[in-house]
């Protein structure tokens, strides 16, 4: 039997246990089983308001309808359509993200159409298979798919909302674990030098925000919601907002998609010089449609494989590691979140190591946007003395065995040139 305790208000409340729930845990990213309680209070403070409650709650238990008969008498005529819709809602008193719920709303419409308007009374294992089997093979929406079907990381997302959905809703007992997933393949992308990059976005409408994402690592959400009055203090700028486009439409956020997201960066002098030719607050008004489609036009004008406009804060990535920035410091440049490292981040954000690592990435970007040719790339017109230091700075541990390296490499050119 259930007991009572007294709150600070001097009533008494006494916990009765209803159902058990299988949820997804976000945080821990595993599923787990909450138990979910009634609460039955008494405003009496006597032992008289402790019995009541405990009576209330008593009574609850021994009438409740136990959880499988309850879930068949409630949810067994629903449909799955229905079911998501119950489950939308569920989610929307928790605030989830307007991004997530839209992609709920896609699935919903796009999704398993032979199974959305099944009764979820009617879905066992084998339909499940085939219908994520058939949904593997549905073409996509996206005219640059040009019929092909969706990606394998796509119907993981789908499988991703149906699931929960069963799980909170669904009256049978159903073994997930039986459930075969198609493979995701890593997409492969060739990323072009970052020098290519900012050659063909100098001067264009785009610069500034291709900047932000492929020196700074701000994705397209975080460009967008960026602003003079509350993204800039002083010399850095700050990821406090993203705007995200919901129904095609800007809906400004005041976080990141996580708390690791939320970094700052010191503004180099060349960006600092843009973001002062802006007109208004907003860094970038443009639409996220509007920026992705000149990005990639950009790219074909110059006779470029496109890469996306995400695919930049790869680029930046691919900087960090060949001007050999620790992981440390990389990982809290970029906002990417691990399991330890990025715990202890912030307790060193802005040590004079940290802003070394700074100095070195805007010098790497600096050296490319302010000349022709960069001294680090034109080896050719650098003194002997300045190219053991060029070694010295790049490979501090070995650099004497890759300039050892590197006149043999030019030992061997001048060779075959005689020849």
């Avoid at 499988?68 to 799955?80: A, C, S, V």
């Avoid at 000149?294 to 406009?309: A, E, V, Y």
């Amino acid at each position: 039997m259930a007991t009572a305790k007294k709150l600070p208000s001097g009533s008494w409340r006494c916990l009765a246990y209803s159902h058990t729930e299988r949820i997804y845990d976000e945080k821990t990213q595993k599923w787990k089983n909450k138990r979910i309680y009634e609460s039955f209070t008494d405003d009496d403070p006597s032992p008289a308001g402790r019995k009541r409650a405990e009576l209330a709650a008593a009574q609850f238990q021994a009438s409740k309808t136990p959880d499988k008969i309850r879930k068949r008498q409630d949810y067994g005529k629903l449909t799955l359509s229905q079911a998501i819709d119950k489950y939308i809602e569920s989610r929307e008193n928790l605030n989830r993200s307007p991004t997530t719920l839209q992609d709920y709303r896609c699935i919903q419409k796009n999704a398993f159409p032979d199974l959305m308007d099944t009764p979820i009374k009617d879905i066992d294992i084998t339909i499940l298979q085939e219908a994520l089997s058939a949904e593997a093979r549905r073409p996509a929406n996206s005219p640059s798919k040009k019929g092909k079907p969706i990606s394998a990381k796509r119907v993981r997302n789908e499988w991703g909302l149906i699931r929960p959905v069963l799980n909170k809703y669904g009256v049978n007992d159903l073994d997930f674990e039986q459930i075969e997933l198609p493979t995701v393949t890593p997409r492969l992308v060739e990323l072009p030098p970052a020098k290519t990059v900012l050659n063909i976005i100098k001067g264009t409408d785009i610069e500034l925000p291709v900047l932000l994402a492929a020196w700074l690592s701000f994705s397209m959400s975080e460009v967008r919601g960026l602003t003079k009055s509350k993204s800039i203090s002083g010399n850095y700028i700050t990821i406090h907002e993203v705007v995200v486009d919901i129904n095609n439409k800007p809906v400004r956020k005041e976080l990141a998609k996580n708390p690791t997201r939320n970094r700052r960066l010191q503004i180099p002098p060349y960006i600092q010089n843009l973001i002062n030719q802006v007109d208004g607050d907003v860094l970038v008004p443009m639409s996220g449609r509007a920026l992705y489609h000149r990005w990639i036009k950009l790219q074909h004008d110059n006779g470029m494989s496109p890469i996306t406009f995400h695919d930049l804060r790869h680029l930046n990535a691919s900087v960090m590691a060949l001007l050999r920035i620790p992981d440390k410091y990389a990982q809290e440049r970029g906002g990417w979140k691990t399991d330890e490292v990025m715990k202890r981040i912030y307790t060193q954000t802005f040590s004079d190591e940290r802003v070394r690592v700074d100095n070195t990435i805007d010098n790497y970007f600096e050296s490319i946007v302010n000349s022709e040719k960069s001294s680090a790339d034109n080896k050719e017109n650098l003194s002997p003395e300045e190219l053991i230091k060029l070694f010295k700075e790049r490979n501090p541990d070995g650099w004497y065995k890759l300039l050892e390296n590197a006149m043999q490499h030019e030992m061997q050119h001048d060779t075959k040139k005689a020849r």
